[in-house]
């Protein structure tokens, strides 16, 4: 698996996604750089911008298994990870596995259920893995969380912990369409009320996880200068000593992005990484790792500021 055998099945996967969803570029090369990095990606935008359908029709492209939890106030640990029930006719406990057991987890409206469900993700996004009644069970190569949240609804809402958020490898907003590409809804999918299902979508799947694992092997062996982790490394500390931020990103932080610039070379067609595959995943990847001040917040900065302020004042290398 070459890089430009990479950048061929990226462009693939996103002629699929193209089928189904207008516009909606950054969102969906996010997307194909998190699967290609192991990462995790968390949705964020008003209700009816695409953030579930988007979630589905990339799917629909890859040959994993899809799953999805609608995540409500009352959801428990249980219903996410499973639990063991006793079987009369064996007369011995057996696990009922929840739907976290999946490859490709759609977390929809993640924010809608209290900390103690939400914490039910936190091994899984982490280690691949779930423990349950002290047993320890994979989750498998292929396990990605697309979670999305609504920023506007207050009621019935609970904040994501630091600790969860820092689990995510980006944090795209969804923004309102131009006009054109509304027109272009309209004329797509105009003529129904509802969420088209993945059968009526005409996508079908590009590729597997045998595929996706060669790929990424090849990723891990891109070059990446020293110079250039001199330059991650001076972005993630930059926001430790920002005035406005109270908590910067952490290290885990720094190897995400410097495992996701090789991604994003890698679907350029390149063997080796530019500043500018930096600069392009630095503001999702950093900016919901920020904890800002109390006076900075007052003043209305927000974490998306503070990391475009350092990328103009981190010098980047030549």
Same mark, same amino acid.
């Not at 006719?89 to 809608?112: C, H, M, Q, S, Y």
């Not at 944090?171 to 105009?190: K, V």
């Not at 070379?265 to 063997?271: E, K, P, Q, T, V």
């Given at each position: %698996?070459?890089?430009?055998? @990479?950048?061929?099945?990226?462009?693939?996967?996103?002629?699929?996604?193209?089928?189904? $969803?207008?516009?909606?570029?950054?969102?969906?090369?996010?997307?194909?750089?998190?699967?290609?990095?192991?990462? #995790?990606?968390?949705?964020?935008?008003?209700?009816?911008?695409?953030?579930?359908?988007?979630?589905?029709?990339?799917?629909?492209?890859?040959?994993?298994?899809?799953?999805?939890?609608?995540?409500?106030?009352?959801?428990?640990?249980? =219903?996410?990870?499973?639990?063991?029930?006793?079987?009369?006719?064996?007369?011995?406990?057996?696990?009922? &596995?929840?739907? @976290?057991?999946?490859?490709?987890?759609?977390? =929809?409206?993640?924010?809608?259920?209290?900390? &103690? *469900?939400?914490?039910?993700?936190?091994?899984? %996004?982490?280690?691949?893995?779930?423990?349950?009644?002290? *047993?320890?069970?994979?989750?498998?190569?292929?396990?990605?969380?697309?979670?999305?949240?609504?920023?506007?609804?207050?009621?019935?809402?609970?904040?994501?912990?630091?600790?969860?958020?820092?689990?995510?490898?980006?944090? #795209? @907003?969804?923004?309102?369409?131009?006009?054109?590409?509304?027109?272009?809804?309209?004329?797509?999918?105009? #003529?129904?009320?509802?969420?088209?299902?993945?059968?009526? %979508?005409?996508?079908?799947?590009?590729?597997?996880?045998?595929?996706?694992?060669?790929?990424?092997?090849?990723?891990?062996?891109?070059?990446?200068?020293?110079?250039?982790? =001199?330059? $991650?490394?001076?972005?993630?500390?930059?926001?430790?000593? #920002?005035?406005?931020?109270?908590?910067?990103?952490?290290?885990?932080? /720094?190897? %995400?992005?410097?495992?996701?610039?090789?991604?994003?070379?890698?679907?350029? /067609?390149?063997?080796?990484?530019?500043?500018?595959?930096?600069?392009? $995943?630095?503001?999702?990847?950093?900016?919901?790792?920020?904890?800002?001040?109390?006076?900075?917040?007052?003043?209305? $900065?927000?974490?998306?500021?503070?990391?475009?302020?350092?990328?103009?004042?981190?010098?980047?290398?030549?």
């Amino acid at each position: %698996m070459t890089p430009s055998d @990479i950048k061929a099945a990226g462009e693939s996967l996103r002629y699929n996604v193209k089928k189904v $969803i207008v516009g909606q570029d950054d969102a969906v090369d996010l997307l194909l750089i998190s699967l290609l990095s192991e990462g #995790h990606i968390l949705f964020e935008g008003v209700p009816g911008v695409a953030k579930t359908l988007l979630a589905q029709a990339f799917s629909a492209s890859l040959d994993l298994k899809f799953g999805r939890i609608q995540f409500t106030p009352d959801l428990m640990p249980g =219903d996410v990870l499973g639990t063991n029930i006793y079987r009369f006719e064996t007369n011995e406990f057996a696990l009922t &596995k929840g739907p @976290i057991f999946t490859d490709l987890l759609l977390a =929809d409206e993640v924010n809608r259920t209290p900390p &103690k *469900t939400q914490a039910a993700l936190l091994q899984a %996004m982490h280690e691949r893995e779930v423990t349950i009644d002290g *047993t320890a069970y994979s989750l498998g190569d292929g396990f990605m969380v697309i979670a999305t949240q609504n920023p506007i609804e207050q009621q019935g809402t609970y904040p994501l912990p630091e600790a969860q958020l820092d689990r995510f490898l980006f944090q #795209h @907003i969804l923004e309102y369409p131009d006009r054109n590409e509304e027109r272009r809804i309209l004329g797509l999918h105009g #003529h129904r009320a509802t969420m088209p299902s993945v059968s009526e %979508m005409n996508v079908h799947p590009v590729l597997n996880l045998e595929s996706l694992q060669a790929m990424r092997r090849t990723i891990a062996g891109l070059q990446i200068a020293a110079e250039l982790l =001199d330059y $991650i490394v001076d972005l993630v500390r930059g926001t430790r000593e #920002h005035p406005a931020v109270r908590v910067g990103a952490s290290p885990r932080c /720094g190897t %995400m992005i410097a495992r996701a610039s090789r991604a994003s070379a890698a679907l350029d /067609g390149r063997d080796y990484v530019i500043p500018d595959d930096i600069k392009r $995943i630095a503001l999702p990847a950093l900016r919901h790792r920020l904890v800002l001040s109390p006076s900075a917040e007052i003043e209305g $900065i927000r974490a998306g500021d503070v990391v475009q302020q350092l990328l103009e004042q981190v010098k980047a290398p030549r």
